[in-house]
């Protein structure tokens, strides 16, 4: 998935090769930490599929005002604490931020705020484009873009932050907005009253991951 780093941290306390380069550049790493790499790729995505479900789940009783308040606000204070409380920590400077998964959940909030006061299946819709389609934009690169580099690094490609600020968007937001659109979609099959979806849900999450590896090996 372009501009979707995931969680790294665990691979550190492994072995500190990680920190000269890539765990997954097969000319150089080796299969234990390969596979600490691999496995963080189901993290971060996790987090914001879980989101969406969580959002859908709580907002089944609330008013479409209420949703949009409730996602809209979380939203802004997750993108605060990220910049303000983990980029120092990240990046051991403070003033420089590293937006990074926090980021890209408060962001995915914000736009699912917007979304909520259309039909879940337009937004499951929406989130199944966003997956499956963001990939074709990889050709797009925000050099070629002029003035609107600065967006193109938000929405899809790693790189710089906008109006001079100091620092980089380690998770552009469009294929995270798409995971949490997902996530609140097909939430009405994690319903509890909707025990029969078990199935469903447990072969959909195994297709998943076996569509997961068939894409990764096929680069």
């Not at 319903?191 to 090996?217: D, M, Q, T, W």
Request: aromatic share 16%.
């Amino acid at each position: 998935m372009t501009g979707v780093q995931t969680c790294a941290l665990p691979i550190y306390f492994f072995d500190s090769d990680a920190l000269i380069y890539s765990p997954t550049d097969l000319t150089k790493t080796y299969p234990f930490l390969f596979l600490t790499r691999l496995v963080t790729h189901f993290c971060a995505p996790g987090f914001v599929f879980l989101a969406g479900i969580s959002a859908y789940l709580w907002g089944r009783d609330q008013t479409r005002r209420d949703q949009f308040l409730y996602l809209f606000t979380r939203g802004i204070w997750l993108i605060l604490f990220d910049a303000i409380i983990i980029s120092p920590v990240w990046t051991l400077e403070y003033g420089r931020y590293s937006l990074g998964a926090l980021w890209a959940i408060g962001s995915s909030m914000i736009a699912l705020s917007l979304l909520v006061f259309i039909d879940r299946r337009i937004i499951l819709t929406i989130g199944l484009i966003i997956i499956f389609g963001h990939d074709l934009f990889d050709h797009v690169k925000a050099a070629d873009l002029g003035l609107y580099a600065n967006i193109w690094h938000i929405l899809h490609e790693q790189g710089v932050l906008p109006f001079g600020l100091n620092g980089k968007v380690y998770y552009p937001i469009l294929p995270w907005i798409g995971i949490m659109a997902f996530g609140y979609g097909i939430g009405a099959y994690f319903y509890p009253s909707h025990g029969e979806n078990r199935k469903f849900i447990g072969l959909l999450g195994l297709l998943c991951c076996v569509a997961f590896i068939v894409l990764r090996a096929m680069n």
